[in-house]
């Protein structure tokens, strides 16, 4: 499984910020999975940059692709609407168990607008922009990633063996 960790920040793609949020997605991760991060970059929050970038990434053989940031409220969040361009089916049970487990942390969970979805064999979620955050919810996808990319993929979940049938 490759996986793509994509930050979409103005400030981060500008040198303005240091992105925490892509670091400690990948440190999670390597941390519980042995799948290679074979993309990750940062990028302003522009919708065209966004779709074109994940995209390429689906195209190239991502299997999970990350986001995050983007999801707000704020006039230039567009990763939802850039994910729904990009994506062919939605998968509305990952962000809706992300919003119910993060309300139990903090009121602020209702403002997200996060989307997921899959395209090719391609699994794509939004996660927020905020490092907590984006670690609280990749807490709360760990469990179900192996299951989730080998019903997409076709491929052995090597934690069980199974193949999906």
Not at 2 to 16: C, F, K, P, V, Y
Request: hydrophobic letters at 40%.
């Amino acid at each position: 499984m490759n996986i793509g960790i994509l930050t979409i920040s103005d400030r981060g793609a500008a040198g303005e910020y240091e992105d925490r949020s892509g670091p400690i997605i990948a440190a999670k991760l390597r941390a519980h999975t042995s799948w290679p991060i074979t993309h990750q970059t940062v990028i302003p929050d522009d919708f065209e940059t966004i779709v074109a970038v994940l995209t390429r990434w689906c195209d190239e053989g991502v299997n999970l692709l990350l986001t995050s940031g983007g999801t707000g409220f704020a006039p230039r969040d567009v990763t939802p609407e850039a994910t729904k361009r990009v994506i062919e089916r939605e998968t509305p049970g990952i962000v809706e168990t992300l919003r119910a487990e993060s309300l139990k942390i903090t009121r602020h969970a209702m403002l997200s607008r996060a989307v997921a979805g899959i395209r090719g064999q391609t699994l794509i979620i939004n996660l927020p922009g905020s490092p907590k955050a984006a670690r609280e919810n990749l807490e709360i996808l760990l469990p179900v990633l192996p299951h989730a990319l080998e019903l997409l993929t076709d491929a052995p979940d090597t934690e069980s063996g199974h193949r999906s049938v």
